[in-house]
């Protein structure tokens, strides 16, 4: 995807020499069509399999997120009242669950339990990214318009570097999806390339740009 510049906006953060990866969502609910909130994600699955498979041989710490609500569904507040298709995403549910494509080792890879947009709000993964003293917030996941954007957006307030590989994230709405990528690359963080990332883990001594 190619994004307009305008002058003051847009520049590229790069790379830190502390990365980790945030997997955004990329659970049953989300991934699967036949559920109420789902589409097909098989291409950004396939994607983010490959940059977890490389991130795997060089230690990359690996986060995943979902989102899980309690019966009385208080704890997702007003979000749920607009979202009602969020109702199936309860603690029993196979919903919840990450995508099996995904592999997640849970000796090795935190899952983060989230009612909200953002991976940052109301959860630990601020101190999980400090305990790792990571300085490089990497995000796969879905939907680009939605808990991708808004955790890129809280990433930055954080303090870390974000940066999206395209490949690894996806929408609901193709036009949403470009519209937020587009934001995203000109205010909050670098839309990358995958082949970029794999030639960044080859070589993570420093701060890198991409070439």
Not at 62 to 85: R, S
Not at 107 to 115: D, F, G, Y
Request: charged residues 25%; contains cysteine.
């Amino acid at each position: 995807m190619k994004f307009d510049q305008f002058e003051g906006f847009g520049n590229y953060t790069g790379l830190g020499s502390s990365p980790a990866i945030i997997v955004i969502d990329f659970m049953n609910g989300f991934t699967d069509p036949q559920s109420p909130l789902g589409t097909d994600f098989e291409d950004e699955i396939k994607s983010t399999r490959e940059l977890l498979g490389v991130a795997r041989e060089h230690s990359v710490p690996i986060i995943f997120t979902t989102v899980i609500y309690e019966d009385h569904f208080q704890d997702g507040a007003h979000f749920v009242k607009k979202i009602p298709a969020l109702k199936i995403l309860k603690e029993d549910s196979d919903w919840v669950k990450i995508d099996s494509r995904l592999e997640r080792d849970r000796t090795k890879e935190p899952l983060i339990i989230k009612k909200f947009a953002s991976a940052f709000f109301g959860t630990n993964l601020a101190s999980l990214l400090s305990y790792h003293k990571v300085d490089t917030a990497i995000l796969a996941g879905c939907t680009t318009s939605g808990c991708v954007r808004a955790t890129a957006v809280d990433a930055l307030q954080h303090g870390y570097r974000v940066v999206i590989p395209e490949e690894c994230v996806g929408d609901r709405s193709q036009k949403a999806h470009e519209a937020n990528l587009y934001d995203i690359q000109t205010k909050y963080g670098d839309v990358v390339q995958l082949d970029d990332l794999k030639k960044y883990f080859l070589n993570m001594k420093g701060d890198k740009r991409y070439v």
